[in-house]
């Protein structure tokens, strides 16, 4: 393939060739809608031949039609090399030695533009080149345990970290960052809370919403907090360290078996439910919301628990569902089923015949809401009475992704009814809580007159 029009097909090549602009170049490009000026960048081969991409100076890319396109001109030349360079951390006296665990995920990676994909090709070590306002703050090694993205992530994966982190801490680290994908940043996040206990460190997962080759990629900062928050804090616990606002204000430490991913692009996109945030993180310190969490320890004892039944899921319930859906899920081997109910906890009537087959197969049936803050109540309705008379075990305030989670975690230790029942509902570190506050309950509603005003007082 020609290296002047890498990845343009047909006509747009057409196009290039024509002016006799090269990939890379620096360009000018006169349109029917205006000018636009920037790097000429290859196209993904399996983008269509209609558009060439363009590269601005504010670093956003931008698609051009062909067929507005009336001149262009190349005013400069420079082939681009998105790799970052790996650097060797330095060395300081005194400050606090981190162990950074890389999976993979858009806080380590680039645009491959061959085919136009965010791909995990930094490794750990990378990082250190791209933001190397970490050695200001730390010693860092760094190991790339894995290379995937987070919907990749699934128990075997889980027990691989659980294993890593009992060895660092055992050979002396005072703090671990896991770098990984933020789909699936709070399943893992509660996977290692029952994994990985009495932990004497901070463990502190951390990604990024936005690519690092992006003007507003969150990738640098929030490695930053994560770092100061591995570091410095005496929250010794498995926490997700992501942005506060969408400015680049503050992060936030949320407990890893609390918080959900809340949206799928803002960067501000974990909250923690039901409860507040442990803490806030800035580059200069680490600000207490919390006054209840497990403290940092001098000692080395931590206890690991790499179990995992992979033969569990969930089933989100929804009106007129079916009985074949859960004895389908018996039929193949299902050992554990998490129901995320309606309202308080409630399915529909056609569902009992089904539930009432698998509990005597021996499945084990969990009951969260699907209205993710509150408690299940399953004893105020009839409906609630008569599932739980069929063996449906309410799981209070826990969240379904943790609920699910903590049942994988649970049957790979033991299958006796009761005893999976009493450690689903033995609080392992906030899964489940007495209460949640009143500020654990928020959600503006915009455009109401009370909100707007009091938007107009806050960073957004």
């Known amino acids: 393939m020609d290296d002047n029009t890498q990845g343009y097909k ?7 060739e024509k002016y006799k602009v090269r990939v890379w170049g620096d360009s000018e490009i ?4 205006g000018t636009f000026k920037g790097i000429i960048l290859p196209r993904s081969e399996n983008d269509d031949d209609k558009h060439i991409v363009l590269k601005l100076i504010t670093g956003y890319n931008v698609g051009i039609n062909i067929d507005t396109i009336t001149d262009m001109k190349e005013i400069g030349y ?16 005194g400050k606090p030695n981190i162990k950074l665990i890389g999976t993979g995920g858009t806080i380590a990676s680039r645009l491959d533009y061959r085919t136009g994909a965010v791909i995990p090709a ?56 896991i770098g990984h994908g933020t789909d699936t940043l709070h399943h893992t996040a509660a996977a290692l809370t029952f994994m990985v206990q009495n932990s004497p460190v901070p463990i502190v997962l951390v990604g990024s919403q936005r690519s690092s080759d992006r003007p507003s990629s969150d990738a640098a900062l929030n ?23 969408t400015s680049d204000e503050y992060g936030l430490l949320h407990r890893g078996t609390r918080v959900r991913k809340m949206h799928s692009s803002y960067r501000s996109t974990f909250r923690t439910i039901g409860d507040i945030p442990l803490a806030m993180v800035t580059r200069e310190k680490i600000t207490h919301l919390k006054q209840t969490y497990n403290h940092r320890r001098s000692d080395r004892n931590v206890t690991i628990k790499p179990f995992f039944e992979e033969k569990v899921g969930m089933i989100y319930y929804y009106p007129n569902m079916q009985p074949d859906m859960i004895d389908s899920m018996v039929e193949n081997g299902y050992k554990g089923i998490i129901i995320a109910g309606t309202g308080l906890g409630h399915v529909n009537k056609p569902l009992y015949p089904a539930i009432e087959r698998a509990v005597k197969a021996g499945v084990h049936i969990f009951m969260t809401v699907q209205t993710i803050w509150g408690y299940v109540h399953m004893f105020v309705y009839d409906t609630g009475r008569d599932l739980m008379a069929k063996g449906i075990v309410p799981t209070e305030n826990m969240l379904p992704e943790v609920a699910y989670i903590k049942l994988g975690w649970v049957l790979g230790q033991t299958d006796d009814p ?31 007159p009370e909100i707007e005003k009091f938007l107009c007082t806050i960073h957004m």
């Open 418 to 448: 009761e005893e999976v029942r009493r450690m689903m509902l033995s609080p392992v570190n906030g899964e489940t809580t007495e209460g949640e506050p009143y500020n654990g309950y928020l959600v503006f509603q915009g455009g109401t």
């Open 78 to 93: 420079k082939k681009a090399n998105y790799k970052i360079p790996e650097k060797e951390f330095p060395y300081s006296e």
């Open 10 to 16: 047909n006509r747009a090549r057409e196009i290039l």
């Open 223 to 245: 490695l930053i907090h994560a770092a100061t928050a591995a570091g410095t804090s005496d929250i010794a616990e498995v926490m997700i360290c992501m942005f506060g606002p």
């Open 30 to 33: 006169y349109t029917t809608r």
């Open 122 to 177: 930094f490794s750990p070590g990378e990082l250190y080149g791209a933001v190397p306002e970490l050695a200001d703050i730390c010693n860092l090694k760094t190991d790339k345990l894995f290379a995937v993205f987070s919907e990749n992530m699934g128990p075997e994966q889980y027990k691989t970290l659980a294993i890593a982190i009992g060895k660092e801490i055992e050979n002396g680290v005072d703090g671990i960052m």
